[in-house]
């Protein structure tokens, strides 16, 4: 299988790099000093699930050069997207398609199917906690490398089914969803919770939640995230919550959220298309979220400063 990958970071870099070891024939969109690092050096892994160095890697700058592909993961982060966008039309074959990987529940790939057309849009929801440490050189976490993708109109579907397949004979562990609205949902729900409580207090899960304050926080932000799902037709179970709490306090203590490594880090942050998106629905909805209006206006700056020209 031909697969294209917008976005050599933490999630494009560490699948598309299992999709090759596996023999699939990978190409990488990326610039700058990624590009230098996967043209000469490759790409590398650090892993729970077995290192893994690729020394011949097809990557370009050029989304023609690259040319077309059965598959494209596109997997930069939520702020990119629009700028990433032209380049998925020369990367599509003829009966091609694009997973989008971003976080921010069902808005990412909408925006893609904007793009390219719903009929060539795949939803998808990545579990992986892998960071780039270097041009070329990506650190994994934990065992967990998964991703659940499907149509976004419903329903299962041949290409879905083949291309999960061939993911799990990667090593992903790969799902075909029959709800990917519902599923996105139920992440973004999740990652408001995580995300919004280290960022905002910048401390770890564990001394987050050894408090009454932080649990009152973790819940907030979950069930008003919830409330939001459900008021846009997410069919979310009736103790959703109650289990999004459970695993939020099964997680490993000293866990932080890629949006407390981006603060702690300077870089930019992807506040408005998490916590900004339930506070821009719930508007629409007419729907009240204190907790989490007052989580984004305790990073905005930050966001704001991190996002202006040097």
């Not at 011949?56 to 930069?76: K, M, Q, T, Y």
């Not at 001394?207 to 995230?225: C, D, I, K, P």
Request: net charge negative; proline share 4%.
């Amino acid at each position: 299988m031909r697969i294209g990958v917008v976005g050599a970071g933490g999630v494009g870099g560490y699948f598309g790099a299992r999709l090759a070891a596996a023999g699939h024939d990978v190409g990488f969109l990326v610039r700058g000093a990624q590009l230098t690092a996967l043209r000469t050096t490759g790409i590398e892994i650090h892993s729970p699930r077995g290192n893994l160095h690729l020394t011949d890697v097809r990557a370009s700058d050029d989304p023609d050069e690259l040319g077309a592909h059965d598959v494209v993961l596109f997997a930069v982060k939520a702020y990119a997207i629009d700028g990433a966008l032209p380049a998925l039309q020369p990367l599509l074959g003829a009966d091609g398609f694009v997973v989008s990987l971003q976080n921010g529940g069902v808005a990412p790939a909408e925006r893609v199917a904007a793009a390219v057309g719903v009929e060539r849009t795949v939803g998808g929801a990545a579990y992986i906690s892998c960071h780039l440490r270097a041009p070329g050189v990506l650190e994994h976490h934990s065992p967990l490398a998964g991703m659940e993708i499907g149509e976004l109109g419903g329903g299962s579907s041949a290409r879905v089914e083949e291309f999960t397949e061939r993911a799990r004979d990667a090593d992903i562990d790969a799902v075909a969803a029959p709800d990917i609205r519902t599923v996105l949902w139920q992440k973004l729900a999740f990652i408001c919770g995580l995300a919004g409580a280290t960022a905002s207090s910048r401390h770890p899960i564990g001394e987050v939640r050894a408090t009454e304050a932080g649990q009152r926080l973790l819940r907030g932000l979950v069930s008003e995230a919830a409330a939001v799902a459900r008021a846009d037709g997410a069919a979310l179970a009736d103790d959703f919550e109650d289990k999004t709490l459970g695993l939020l306090n099964r997680l490993d203590p000293g866990m932080r959220s890629s949006l407390y490594e981006d603060l702690a880090h300077g870089r930019v942050l992807e506040l408005d298309s998490l916590h900004g998106e339930i506070v821009r629905r719930a508007d629409a909805l007419g729907l009240d979220v204190p907790v989490t209006r007052t989580v984004y206006a305790v990073l905005e700056p930050f966001a704001r400063a991190a996002a202006a020209p040097a």
